[in-house]
């Protein structure tokens, strides 16, 4: 099912750097926040705004997205004084931050709004456990889900665990490569004061820890965290009136599946991920390839999404993703760090907006780690990668975010600095 | 007819409307697997869905398939999430590829059909028979019986097939 040749989806060429990123924010990552969602997302959209440098007289749209487990955009704009000219809430989890986004050039671009805030808010281990279980592990099995929860088949551990075991034979991934992406992410985690597991992992430790359903260790596994997280989208032009460096938006691809979206194990190769369409959007849309990117946030809801997408979005060739992922290219100091922040498997489960604000904050050189701050408030970064020290990754011009649904659905951005 | 029954302590339900999966599962409860044939194209398809996935034709006829296959790819479950399968591990989950249009209409598709590695009576295996099956095993298809017009497909080793010598199973055991 190949893409027509002129397709134009989500950013087409002419919007590339039209639009930035201008603020950035988030609640603490916690396990126990002790608020509300509605409490969170007002939190993180106050910090967004306060981090552009701007008041919410200035911020016209909110978009958020949940599974039926959050607050609602008019009460997080409402509780912040926002007077609203156009929201939306949308049905849906991981990659749903650079859609929205996307969506957010097109709302400005149609003349809709001015300034868009988008943010997600969950108390993903205190109220609606994000891996499947309390309240949410066993509501009335209906209709078409009688073809997967009947059969035990429900978390997204187990719901992907397929597409993973089949990588392995169609390829020859080995568990330790895929683990090297916790024990690497750990590493980061450790220089990210905010990061809820800042303990450094070794590959050995992810492998000796249990079994949840094959090929996934514990470790293998993202940290449930409540959070609250926001990013602030306007135009590159309103932008330069903004308080930081700007982070210009490159190109997007939303959502883009695989065929079969309903039930994708019937189509294509199944070791082959959404990213294998979306690069033929996101890569001609940005203008720039796999090889001019300093840095990535592929989503790690799983040591081995992140290895999935980085293999299909052309970072290696297909089938090398292990190797890719162990060699040392995605670790700080290497050629193209992967999630800087420790993602999702250390820094907090968030969605994915977390790994968008990393990038944000590494493009503008301003990575909040425990290098010193000098007298005009601008960070001096070590570069030292040691434990505790600097994660700001050198000379960053480019970034890519690649956001995993599932491994038939995914969503990208590339953003740069000015 | 709507449907409800109790599998495991789950509590299952189709309603009357979603005819398509009450038609799947009449069948399942005759311990007769069907699935849909496009009334255009004739292709078959798994689960059961309201148009031709590659014609977009509505109308389809209910078809007898032969319940035999390989294993396409799996996951052995550990950790349950759901109450239910807590008692039950390890389990498999199975993606399993039958024989039936393998390779058709293009040779990345085939019909993969959801189920647990069960007994010949349909219950959960027991960590021995896990232990025999991975990517290539060759299996056959029997029923969990759960209520009147309510059956569940699963699958059980084909005793009767030639096995492949190793099917691949994950390295770390």
């Known amino acids: ?418 | 007819m709507a449907i409800s029954a109790e599998y495991l302590g789950m509590p299952l339900a189709i309603d009357d409307l979603d005819v398509e999966n009450l038609e799947y599962f009449r069948f399942c409860a005759l311990h007769d697997f069907h699935l849909q044939a496009c009334a255009g194209c004739g292709l078959l398809r798994y689960p059961p869905t309201t148009a031709c996935p590659w014609c977009a034709n509505l109308e389809s006829r209910w078809q007898r398939v032969e319940g035999k296959g390989a294993v396409h790819s799996y996951t052995e479950v550990h950790h349950a999430i759901q109450p239910a399968f807590r008692g039950k591990t390890p389990y498999l989950i199975l993606l399993v590829e039958l024989d039936a249009q393998k390779g058709k209409p293009t040779p990345e598709e085939g019909l993969r059909v959801v189920g647990n590695l069960v007994t010949p009576a349909g219950v959960l295996a027991p960590a021995e028979e896990i232990r025999r099956v991975g990517i290539g095993t060759r299996l056959r298809m029997v029923f969990t019986d759960v209520g009147p017009g309510l059956a569940l497909p699963q699958w059980t080793i084909d005793e009767g097939a030639k096995e492949p010598e190793n099917p691949w199973r994950y390295p770390q055991e």
């Open chain 1, 1 to 418: 099912m190949p893409l027509p040749k002129d397709v134009e989806t989500t950013t087409p060429k002419y919007l590339r750097d039209k639009y930035a990123i201008v603020g950035v924010g988030e609640t603490s990552y916690t396990r126990g926040s002790g608020r509300s969602t509605r409490a969170l997302a007002t939190w993180a959209v106050k910090n967004a705004i306060l981090d552009a440098g701007l008041t919410p007289a200035d911020i016209d749209a909110v978009l958020s997205y949940q599974s039926g487990d959050s607050t609602f955009a008019p009460f997080v704009a409402g509780d912040l004084g926002i007077r609203l000219n156009f929201f939306m809430d949308v049905f849906g989890g991981g990659s749903s931050t650079e859609a929205l986004t996307g969506m957010a050039i097109g709302l400005i671009e149609a003349g809709m709004c001015k300034t868009v805030a988008i943010f997600r808010a969950m108390n993903g281990f205190s109220q609606v456990r994000i891996g499947g279980t309390g309240a949410r592990s066993a509501p009335p099995i209906t209709g078409d889900m009688l073809h997967s929860r009947a059969y035990g088949w429900q978390s997204a551990g187990q719901m992907f665990a397929p597409t993973f075991m089949r990588h392995m034979f169609d390829y020859g991934t080995r568990p330790e490569q895929v683990a090297a992406v916790k024990a690497i992410h750990s590493e980061h985690a450790s220089n990210n004061p905010k990061a809820y597991y800042k303990k450094r992992y070794t590959v050995e430790d992810v492998l000796r820890s249990r079994i949840i359903t094959k090929p996934l260790h514990l470790l293998d596994c993202c940290v449930e965290t409540d959070n609250g997280t926001a990013i602030i989208v306007t135009s590159a032009e309103r932008a330069r009136d903004c308080r930081q460096p700007l982070v210009l938006i490159r190109g997007v691809v939303g959502r883009c599946t695989k065929p079969r979206a309903d039930m994708h194990y019937e189509a294509g190769p199944i070791s082959t991920v959404a990213g294998a369409y979306a690069r033929e959007i996101l890569w001609p849309n940005a203008g720039v390839g796999p090889a001019d990117v300093d840095l990535t946030g592929a989503y790690d809801a799983f040591t081995f999404t992140a290895m999935l997408q980085l293999e299909d979005y052309g970072f290696c060739k297909k089938g090398e993703g292990g190797e890719y992922v162990s060699d040392g290219t995605i670790r700080l100091g290497g050629r193209r760090p992967n999630n800087t922040s420790g993602g999702h498997l250390c820094e907090g489960y968030t969605h994915g907006m977390n790994m968008v604000i990393e990038n944000v904050r590494q493009l503008r050189a301003e990575a909040d780690d425990s290098c010193p701050v000098g007298e005009d408030g601008r960070r001096r970064h070590t570069f030292d990668y040691r434990e505790g020290g600097c994660r700001q990754v050198r000379s960053a011009e480019v970034s890519a975010n690649l956001g995993w649904a599932t491994p038939a659905t995914g969503s990208a951005m590339v953003l740069r600095r000015l």
